[in-house]
């Protein structure tokens, strides 16, 4: 896939736009950014239609706010390592601010997930899984070098995927 394009959203999360061949559908990596130094080139080297968009977000609600501002496939959520579930998780209301004076409140309760794709892997707690799964979002935890591998084989299982 091309990189097409850079940003940052709202919420100071760096964004990145990658485009495959025409047609496809459109898919959400996202990531710490302690997990996401390796992913543009992963991303950059994988073979497919549509178009990823990577973000790297600290807490949810800038996930929570790209999957309404864009409606996607599915979200790869990287981990430090591939889950195939996770249970509800609640976690406390805070207040945060970014670096640019937005203030915003997030927390919240999100629900219970499972995985879109097995990637194999255990049952673990991820936040970032569970708010997209609130939100009726597939959803797989891949580890950031099974992040390339995951997107491949869930546009293989895709019509019109890959």
């Given at each position: 896939?091309?990189?097409?394009?850079?940003?940052?959203?709202?919420y100071g999360s760096a964004c990145a736009l990658f485009e495959g061949r025409a047609g496809g559908h459109r898919w959400l990596v996202a990531a710490p950014p302690e997990l996401a130094g390796e992913l543009p080139a992963a991303l950059q080297a994988l073979?497919?239609?549509?178009?990823?968009r990577l973000l790297v977000h600290e807490g949810l609600t800038p996930l929570l706010a790209a999957l309404h501002e864009s409606p996607?496939?599915?979200?790869v959520v990287v981990?430090?390592?591939?889950?195939?579930?996770?249970?509800?998780?609640?976690?406390p209301e805070r207040e945060v601010e970014d670096g640019g004076g937005v203030v915003y409140r997030e927390g919240g309760t999100f629900t219970a997930w499972t995985a879109a794709l097995d990637l194999?892997?255990?049952?673990g707690e991820c936040p970032a899984a569970s708010a997209a799964a609130s939100l009726g979002v597939?959803?797989?935890?891949?580890?950031?070098?099974?992040?390339?591998?995951?997107?491949?084989?869930?546009?293989d299982a895709t019509p019109h995927g890959r």
């Open positions: 896939m091309n990189h097409t394009r850079t940003w940052t959203d709202l073979d497919g239609k549509g178009e990823v996607v496939r599915g979200v981990g430090e390592r591939a889950l195939t579930a996770g249970p509800e998780v609640t976690l194999g892997g255990a049952e597939p959803v797989v935890v891949a580890a950031p070098e099974g992040v390339r591998a995951a997107l491949e084989a869930w546009m």
